[in-house]
């Protein structure tokens, strides 16, 4: 999938379109496999991208299995420029140790939290969504709630103060080429026309 996720980007290069990071699932395998930032390492530079441009997503329990050896694992990523996003966080036993014992550069919160504060009459789970999006902000860690499927669960995570939301709201899965006509060529062609010369 990474293979595939360059290829991508080499091709949005190549096309002088400006390339956004795509966040890349991390299975338990393929990332405590020996030379794992190594191959990384070797995909990009055979197609020539900044690593910046992928984010390794991985779940909480890797995590938590070993965080010495985890964070030893992200300070390699790291050093290479890659960035580590921690997914589905709150889908298990979560806890506030989690996020101080390893060095992740994003937070995506489980779209149960937003779904079960929706479906609600109480306010005890938005306490809980806000909490956990403020003691990321203190920690200084962007966070993504995932599951944003209206727009009042748009108008709720930006009082709340998340950095991005994922969801159905926003556009539900579409192909590469598609992505690329309706964001990445349309954003091209403002921007270009907001540098034209006025009359």
């Known amino acids: 999938m990474v293979k595939a996720v360059c290829h991508q980007l080499r091709t949005w290069m190549d096309q002088g ?3 956004i990071p795509i966040s890349i699932n991390q299975s338990r395998l393929l990332f405590c496999e020996a030379g794992y930032a190594d191959t ?5 530079t055979r197609y020539q991208v900044p690593a910046r441009l992928l984010v390794l997503e991985i779940l909480e329990g890797l995590a938590m299995e070993n965080p010495d050896d985890f ?3 992200i300070d ?3 050093a290479a420029g890659f960035k580590v996003s921690m997914d589905d966080f709150g889908s298990g036993y979560s806890s506030q140790n989690t996020l101080c014992q390893i060095r992740i550069d994003e937070l995506k919160i489980d779209q149960g939290f937003l779904r079960q504060a929706s479906d609600r009459k109480d306010d005890r789970h938005w306490v809980i969504l806000e909490q956990t999006v403020l003691l990321a902000q203190r920690l200084k860690i962007p966070t993504v709630v995932e599951g944003v499927e209206t727009q009042q669960n748009e108008e709720r995570i930006r009082k709340l103060g998340c950095d991005l939301g994922q969801g159905y709201y926003y556009s539900k899965p579409i192909s590469a080429a598609e992505f ?16 034209l010369p006025q009359a």
Not at 184 to 195: D, M, V
């Open 17 to 19: 379109l400006s390339p």
């Open 180 to 195: 690329t006509e309706k964001y990445l060529k349309a954003s091209a062609r403002e921007n270009t026309l907001g540098s």
């Open 76 to 78: 390699q990523l790291h």
């Open 40 to 44: 990384l390492k070797e995909l990009i």
């Open 71 to 73: 964070n030893t694992r």
